[in-house]
Each structure stands twice: as structure tokens, then as C-alpha cells.
């Protein structure tokens, strides 16, 4: 067998959801015990590190609330692929991997809401403004439990992965807005710092705990999401068998 | 008004408490669907699949 063909073969086998299941098993302690290592440096850094010359110690604050906003996009995008597999690949796993997604979604979403008002009141003197940036993540928070109403509402995953797909698809373009909103348009919120065509503004005592906190975030976010896809397939044999044993109990009477 | 400090203790402590909370609730969740699952094969149903790879294997 060629070596193209093998890798093909090795990327399907993750279609079939009881080797997805095999290689959750296999990877999950892993992924859990490197996310709480990252997760103890991370958090000495944030509270050993200077605070700044003018937040003084709220910077601290930024640490929970950078990565946390980050992740509440890139769950939207991972989300947004799946929905692309869904739709045109009818990759089986695909909805299963949306749907494990949304509320993890939403909690990143709420952290990054809930730590930037209380970050924003020291620093701008409100816990709430409506501008362009606070308002789009807030419509994600929305779009995020919209979906998770949606997929509880149709108990039938046949019928509403297809749905909920599209529909994830059109929320897409929400990523963009939340993303670019600080420069569009004159928000309180600052622009971005970190992630800019001509490198970091921030300085590298804040930058280290920062990155360091984004990567404990993210591996955290894959942890939990093949968690929860693995408990999504289980939920899923449940409901077949359920349907096989009434199924059979009606043959016999 | 709260000094700094109490506004940095409060997102950790808000952000922890979510975290926790999530990871204990798919724990939770993975557990009582894993029950499920044992309940249904002690009673004797079983996945096609899982008949037959009794006989041959796919």
C-alpha cells in the first residue's frame, strides 16, 4: 500500500465513531494532564508577573479574559468546519462535533463577557458599554444558546444536523464583525494587541503569562470537546438501542 | 468602590467556578451515559454491529 493511501485510510478511520472512541481513550489522559500543567504555569505567571504602570493590578484580569474571548471565536469556527462537513462532506462525526461544541461555546463566551465588565469597570468606570466589539460577542452568547435550544428541541440528529448546520454556517459571519469590529468602527474596547500584521504592541512581561494562558485555554477547549463528542456518540448508541429494544418487545407480542 | 484587587479575584474566582463546573458537568454527562449503555447490554440488547463481530469481524 502506498504511503498516500495509507494516510487517506488513517483520516477516514476517524469517521468511524468507535475508533473515534478508541483514540479518545487513548489521547484524553494525556490532553487532561498536559492542560493542567499548562494551567499551573500559567496561572503562577499571571500572578507573579508585574502588574502595569497604569492598570496596576486589573491587568491580571486579561490573562482569564484574552484567551477566553479567543476561544469563544475559534469554538465558532471549529463549530462552522463541522457544519462544512455536515453539509457537503456528510462526514459522520461532523454533527456530533458542532453539537459537543456549543456549550463549551458558551462558556468561554460568558467568561469573556463576565471578566471584561468586571475588567472594564476599574478601567473604563462601566460594567457594560454598547459598542461594536461588547455588542457582537454578545450576539455570539446568543447565537451560541440559540443553537444548543435548536439541537435540544429536535431529538432526531438526522433530521437536525442539516439545520442546525446551516445554520451555524450563516452565524459565521458574525466572526469576522467580532474580529475587526475595533477597527471598523470607534469602540471603547481597544484594538488588537497581540495578534497584528506588524507583530505584538504588548510588552514581553505580559505577553508570557498571556500566550502561556492561551495555550492552557485551547488545549483545555480540546479536551473538553472530545470529551463531550465521545459522550454525544454514547447518547447516540443509547437512543438506537432504546428504539432497537421497543423495536424487538413489539415483535414479540 | 472595590479596590483592583477584588475585581481581579473575581474574574479568577467566576472563571474557575465556570471551568470547574464544566468539566464536572461533561464527567457527569460521559458517566450516566456510560451506565445507560451497561443497563441496555445487561439486559440483552445489543448493537448490531456488536452481534456481529461475534460471528466475523465486519
Known amino acids: 500500500m502506498s504511503e498516500n493511501s495509507l494516510a487517506i485510510r488513517k483520516f477516514s478511520d476517524l469517521a468511524n465513531p468507535t475508533r473515534f472512541l478508541a483514540l479518545a481513550d487513548r489521547v484524553l489522559p494525556w490532553l487532561a494532564v498536559v492542560t493542567a500543567l499548562f494551567f499551573v504555569v500559567g496561572l503562577w505567571l499571571s500572578f507573579t508577573t508585574e502588574g502595569d504602570y497604569q492598570q496596576g493590578e486589573t491587568v491580571r484580569i486579561m490573562y482569564v479574559h484574552v484567551p477566553a474571548a479567543w476561544l469563544s471565536m475559534m469554538c465558532y469556527s471549529v463549530m462552522a468546519l463541522a457544519a462544512l462537513g455536515t453539509l457537503v462532506w456528510r462526514h459522520p462525526l461532523a454533527d456530533v462535533s458542532s453539537r459537543a461544541a456549543a456549550p463549551i461555546g458558551a462558556c468561554f463566551t460568558f467568561l469573556a463577557l463576565v471578566t471584561g465588565s468586571l475588567w472594564g469597570k476599574p478601567m473604563w468606570g462601566a460594567w457594560w458599554v454598547w459598542d461594536a466589539r461588547l455588542t457582537s460577542v454578545f450576539v455570539l452568547f446568543l447565537m451560541y444558546l440559540g443553537l444548543m435550544a435548536l439541537n435540544r428541541a429536535m431529538d432526531d440528529p438526522a433530521r437536525s444536523s442539516r439545520v442546525s448546520a446551516v445554520l451555524v454556517l450563516v452565524g459565521f459571519v458574525n466572526i469576522p464583525i467580532i474580529k475587526f469590529s475595533v477597527e471598523w468602527w470607534n469602540t471603547l474596547h481597544q484594538p488588537a494587541s497581540v495578534l497584528r500584521l506588524d507583530g505584538p504592541t504588548i510588552d514581553p512581561e505580559f505577553l508570557r503569562p498571556l500566550v502561556v494562558m492561551a495555550i492552557a485555554f485551547t488545549l483545555l477547549f480540546f479536551t473538553l470537546h472530545i470529551a463531550a463528542m465521545r459522550n454525544e456518540i454514547w447518547r447516540r448508541r443509547v437512543t438506537s438501542l432504546r428504539r432497537l429494544a421497543a423495536r424487538s418487545a413489539g415483535r414479540e407480542v | ?58
Do not use: F, K, P
Open chain 2, 1 to 58: 468602590m472595590m479596590s483592583h484587587a477584588a475585581y481581579v479575584l473575581a474574574s479568577y474566582g467566576i472563571a474557575t467556578l465556570t471551568v470547574v463546573g464544566l468539566c464536572l458537568w461533561v464527567i457527569a454527562d460521559g458517566r450516566a451515559r456510560q451506565r445507560e449503555l451497561r443497563e441496555l447490554e445487561a439486559s440483552g440488547v445489543r448493537r448490531r454491529s456488536a452481534e456481529a463481530s461475534n460471528g466475523e469481524t465486519r
